[in-house]
């Protein structure tokens, strides 16, 4: 006769604490790598073909805006998850 083998709760509960945990990350995580890629790839093209009937302080402009831009982006992306996990979780003391 088999017997089958049970989960103990404390590994269910880490493996669904770590779904949770999980949740959200892979579009973060892409948004993370292709932004600044995109970003590279933007200034590449403006510093190339855009900016030539811009001066060198107006283009600095535009590059340091679309590098705000990109922060802002991610950063508001990452604190709707730190956020989020932290409030499924207390930070630094034990349950």
Same mark, same amino acid.
């Given at each position: 006769m088999r017997t089958q083998a049970t989960t103990p709760p404390e590994e269910t509960a880490a493996r669904c604490d770590d779904r949770e945990w999980r949740s959200g990350m892979s579009w973060r995580i892409q948004l993370s790598i292709l932004g600044p890629v995109a970003w590279v790839c933007f200034t590449l093209l403006y510093v190339g073909f855009w900016a030539h009937g811009f001066s060198l302080f107006q283009s600095v402009i535009v590059i340091l805006v679309?590098? @705000? &831009? &990109?922060? +802002? @982006?991610? +950063? #508001?992306? *990452? #604190? #709707? *998850?730190?956020m989020r996990r932290g409030r499924s979780r207390r930070w630094g003391r034990e349950p």
């Amino acid at each position: 006769m088999r017997t089958q083998a049970t989960t103990p709760p404390e590994e269910t509960a880490a493996r669904c604490d770590d779904r949770e945990w999980r949740s959200g990350m892979s579009w973060r995580i892409q948004l993370s790598i292709l932004g600044p890629v995109a970003w590279v790839c933007f200034t590449l093209l403006y510093v190339g073909f855009w900016a030539h009937g811009f001066s060198l302080f107006q283009s600095v402009i535009v590059i340091l805006v679309s590098l @705000i &831009l &990109l922060f +802002g @982006i991610m +950063g #508001a992306a *990452w #604190a #709707a *998850w730190g956020m989020r996990r932290g409030r499924s979780r207390r930070w630094g003391r034990e349950p």
